[in-house]
Nanobody, 130 residues
């Protein structure tokens, strides 16, 4: 069975850091792109970051560039999202998702679309206090 297990959320003060983990199993990790999405109360789900395990290309939403870093550990089939300089606007449930890596050069516009992903984790809550 395919599983994506997201963890690492919690309560942190503004300016602090958290590292989210997404442990994957049940599919060929190297052939997939893993993305992080978030959904705040009353808002649509938005793409935050993505890494393609086929070419290791990384993508970031403008709102997190320079603060968040995505990485992949193929020995553990796990993707991490290091989040620094958190603000209350980062408060949301964070989900990881997996979809086919696709060709090199796939655009961020495509990577950030939820419809591109076949598998979803359960979500982990990040709360940033001011």
């Amino acid at each position: 069975d395919v599983q994506l297990q997201a963890s690492g959320g919690g309560l942190v003060q503004a300016g602090g850091s958290l590292r989210l983990s997404c442990a994957a199993s049940g599919f060929t990790f190297d052939f997939y792109a893993i993305a992080w999405f978030r959904q705040a109360p009353g808002k649509e789900r938005e793409g935050v970051s993505c890494i393609s395990n086929s070419d290791e290309r990384r993508y970031y939403a403008d709102s997190v560039k320079g603060r968040f870093t995505i990485s992949s550990d193929r020995t553990k089939n796990t993707v991490y999202l290091q989040m620094n300089f958190l603000t209350p606007e980062d408060t949301a449930v964070y989900y990881c998702a997996a979809g086919p890596a696709g060709p090199y050069g796939t655009s961020w516009a495509r990577r950030k679309s939820p419809g591109e992903y076949d598998y979803w984790g359960q979500g982990t809550l990040v709360t940033v206090s001011s």
